[in-house]
């Protein structure tokens, strides 16, 4: 074959071929184009409005527990103490008395004075008696059995005479008669020299100037 005839065939060869290249030419033209669209069209989607961040949520307010109501404990009430007892000094200071004496025995008026005639004697009488019996329990309140006379088992009786002045006060005590027994003698010195009675009534006092009392000493059961 001339080159002649090899330029025909590949004029030909090219004219034949040119529609199929344009064919795709422009195919692929438009495939370019819709892949750019795609790719915008991703783009698009992508840049699309951002995922909104939710607001901070605040940690549930516990509300503070109410207050517990404490009740108090109950005031343990004072205890009431009994009233003390006023006691003569002279007694609290003595022994008890031992349950081997003799109670004195009745005072006497050594001089009793006679009321007059419309005095009222029977208010007066009883005023004395009752002031009698007091002076007698303060005695016994007092008297006490010497211990060397109890080991020596020594008895008596004591008469003693005084007066009873109008505050109370023992005045002119003394010794009328002797139990025989120093010893129980002193005691009951002693006694009345301690003695303190409450005042008597102003219309008695002259029927106390002069009384008379024996104070017995014996070793009962002894």
């Given at each position: ?28 033209q438009?495939?370019t ?6 790719t ?9 409005s ?25 005031i ?7 009233p ?32 007059k005639?419309?005095?009222?004697e029977?208010?007066?009488?009883d ?44 005045e002119n ?7 025989g ?16 009675l ?9 029927q ?15």
């Amino acid at each position: 074959m001339s080159s002649y005839h090899k330029l025909i065939a590949s004029v030909l060869a090219i004219t034949l071929h040119l529609p199929l290249l344009w064919s795709f030419s422009h195919g692929l033209q438009r495939g370019t184009n819709d892949s750019f669209e795609t790719t915008g069209q991703a783009i698009v989607l992508k840049m699309a409005s951002a995922p909104v961040t939710p607001p901070p949520v605040s940690p549930p307010v516990t509300p503070p527990a109410p207050p517990v109501e404490v009740t108090p404990p109950p005031i343990p009430k004072p205890a009431i103490e009994p009233p003390a007892v006023e006691t003569n000094v002279a007694d609290s200071q003595e022994a008890p008395q031992d349950a081997s004496q003799t109670p004195p025995a009745d005072i006497v008026e050594a001089n009793p004075i006679i009321g007059k005639e419309g005095d009222s004697e029977g208010e007066q009488d009883d005023a004395l008696s009752r002031y009698k019996a007091l002076v007698r329990t303060h005695v016994e309140r007092l008297r006490e059995y010497p211990p060397q006379a109890r080991l020596r088992r020594q008895e008596g009786t004591v008469e003693v005479a005084f007066s009873i002045g109008s505050n109370g006060a023992i005045e002119n005590f003394r010794v009328i008669s002797s139990s025989g027994s120093p010893l129980l003698d002193r005691s009951v010195e002693r006694l009345f020299s301690r003695l303190r009675l409450p005042a008597p009534d102003e219309a008695i006092v002259p029927q106390l100037a002069n009384l008379q009392l024996p104070v017995v000493f014996e070793l009962q059961g002894i």
